[in-house]
């Protein structure tokens, strides 16, 4: 009898398995759509078909989208449905214009919209709860109003900007960022163009709240995630048409 009872405790005792951590892809793209900087179809290539292309192959759970036109993110997410069957919901935001005193949704060239930042959230991880969207108090005294954008979803929050090249607006603003980021929480995961390199002077480092981690293309793209996350794996695909790689980060969770 007493081996038996043993043999129960022993069983009672032993710890389940954990459960296996499951990749959760990260996509940013700086895709110089505005029409007025050199960047634009740099090369005399529209970059938009490998973009989606980009996002098929690499299946993200969240896609975060600078320099990009409202029309042309419309229909990315449209054209990556019809070539993967995979739905995004895309949660859109501004670049703002001022001039005389008023700032207004900047303007892409050509009539194709807004020009501004996205995040593109696959449809698994459910429905919009919330947006939280605007433009940063410290601005760097041009016609441009530098943006920021969250999103919560039903797993996970998303988070982009893209901050100015200039001093001290791009270290305000990057405070500001890790402000936003520390109150969307552990849950949080970001992508975007900080203009800020690390190692470096100010520091992209430097926008990062306590208990996240970033992992940088090697230049100016980032994606900073927060404590419920790991980390998997990286990598760049080039994207013809604009001067930055697709930067894609592997978390786990």
């Known amino acids: 009898m007493k081996s038996v009872l043993a043999a129960v405790a022993l069983i009672a005792g032993t710890a389940a398995p954990a459960a296996a951590a499951t990749d959760f892809p990260v996509l940013q793209m700086n895709l110089c759509r505005s029409g007025v ?27 975060t989208l600078n ?12 054209d990556v449905k019809a070539q993967s069957g995979r739905a995004y919901t895309v949660v859109w935001q501004p670049v ?34 919330a947006r939280e969207g605007g433009y940063y108090g410290p601005q760097d005294g041009g016609a441009e ?23 001290p607006a791009v270290e305000e603003q990057c405070q500001a960022l890790k402000g936003l980021l520390a109150k969307y929480g552990t849950g949080t995961v970001f992508g975007g163009d900080l203009n800020l390199r690390y190692p470096g002077d100010p520091s992209a480092q430097a926008c990062v709240p306590a208990g996240s981690f970033r992992k940088g293309d090697g230049n100016v793209q980032h994606i900073i ?21 697709a930067w894609r980060v592997t978390l786990t969770r």
């Open 145 to 167: 109003q530098r943006a920021y954008l969250c999103a919560k979803f039903g797993t996970v929050n998303a988070c982009t900007t893209h901050l100015s090249t200039k001093q």
């Open 67 to 78: 320099e990009a036109c409202s029309s042309e993110t419309t229909k990315l997410a449209a």
């Open 225 to 245: 995630a927060g404590g419920a996350f790991g980390f998997g794996s990286s990598g760049k695909t080039s994207i013809p048409g604009t001067d930055h790689p």
């Open 96 to 129: 703002g214009k001022k001039e005389n005193g008023r700032t207004t949704p900047y303007p892409c060239t050509s009539g194709r919209g807004e020009y501004g930042i996205a995040v593109l959230a696959r449809q698994d991880l459910g429905a919009v709860k």
């Open 37 to 63: 900087a050199n960047c634009f179809n740099q090369g005399g290539t529209n970059p938009m078909a490998k973009a989606a292309s980009t996002i098929v192959a690499a299946n993200p759970a969240v896609v």
